[in-house]
């Protein structure tokens, strides 16, 4: 694997401590009550949809409309949306640093993220800026798991994907990466990204 020069990260989950439960915990009384609500009116689904492009106006109307009765709650999800990340995962952070201080790689990242939110994150987060590039799936109306997401930064940034690792958290991404010949790392912790990694000996 020494052939790799390219790495390739996933925001949300990998540097980026971003859960709906963090704002929902303050919404509703009980975890059973928050998971309701994920699995059945602000679904994965249901955002994937804003990733790919759609408005949040759009998404928050036809949920409201559903969902009288959770009004509150479904305008919470854009209106208080910066409630949803924590801060950064510290210890992936630290891993991207010594990759990039390493000056080893090329460093990219691919993430299913709104338009509208995501120039609050690279307004928020400093270390976003040591990318070399980042496509988001807000602006390109497309998103992970479909090749033609994966695509758009393999012609962009003439990226070999044999050459490359990607780190996702979202087992449906891994999936779709491995469909495409992008070798890829399921991340689950830092601590298991930094072991992965050496492994290939990239740390």
Same mark, same amino acid.
């Given at each position: 694997?020494?052939?790799?020069?390219?790495? /390739?990260?996933?925001?949300? +989950?990998? @540097?980026?401590?971003?859960?709906?439960?963090?704002? %929902?915990?303050?919404?509703?009384?009980?975890?059973?009550?928050?998971?309701?609500?994920?699995?059945?009116?602000?679904?994965?689904?249901?955002? *994937?949809?804003?990733? !790919? +492009?759609?408005?949040?106006?759009?998404?928050?109307?036809? @949920?409201?409309?559903?969902?009288?009765? %959770?009004?509150?709650?479904?305008?919470?999800? %854009?209106?208080?949306?910066?409630?949803?990340?924590?801060?950064?995962?510290?210890?992936?952070?630290?891993?991207?640093?010594?990759?990039?201080?390493? *000056? =080893? $790689?090329?460093? %990219?990242?691919?993430?299913?993220?709104?338009?509208?939110?995501?120039?609050?994150?690279?307004?928020?987060?400093? #270390? @976003?800026?040591?990318?070399?590039? &980042?496509?988001?799936?807000?602006?390109? =109306?497309?998103?992970?798991? $479909?090749?033609? #997401? $994966?695509? /758009?930064?393999?012609?962009? $940034?003439? &990226?070999?994907? !044999?050459?490359?690792?990607?780190?996702?958290?979202? /087992? =449906?991404?891994?999936?779709?990466?491995? =469909?495409?010949?992008?070798?890829? &790392?399921?991340?689950?912790?830092?601590?298991?990204?930094?072991?992965?990694? /050496?492994?290939?000996?990239?740390?």
């Amino acid at each position: 694997m020494s052939s790799i020069n390219t790495i /390739i990260f996933d925001l949300g +989950g990998v @540097l980026i401590d971003w859960n709906p439960r963090h704002l %929902y915990r303050k919404i509703f009384n009980t975890e059973e009550e928050i998971t309701w609500f994920l699995e059945n009116v602000c679904t994965s689904d249901w955002n *994937d949809q804003q990733d !790919a +492009g759609r408005s949040f106006e759009e998404a928050t109307e036809e @949920l409201v409309q559903k969902f009288p009765d %959770y009004e509150k709650a479904i305008r919470a999800w %854009y209106g208080r949306w910066q409630e949803t990340i924590s801060g950064p995962l510290h210890g992936t952070v630290n891993i991207l640093k010594s990759i990039k201080d390493s *000056d =080893k $790689y090329k460093l %990219y990242a691919l993430t299913n993220w709104s338009a509208e939110t995501f120039p609050w994150a690279l307004a928020n987060f400093e #270390f @976003l800026h040591w990318f070399e590039g &980042i496509v988001v799936s807000g602006v390109e =109306k497309t998103r992970k798991p $479909y090749p033609e #997401f $994966y695509q /758009i930064l393999f012609d962009r $940034y003439k &990226i070999n994907p !044999a050459q490359a690792v990607f780190i996702d958290d979202n /087992i =449906k991404n891994v999936e779709g990466s491995k =469909k495409i010949g992008l070798p890829v &790392i399921h991340f689950q912790s830092p601590e298991q990204l930094r072991d992965e990694l /050496i492994k290939l000996n990239v740390l």
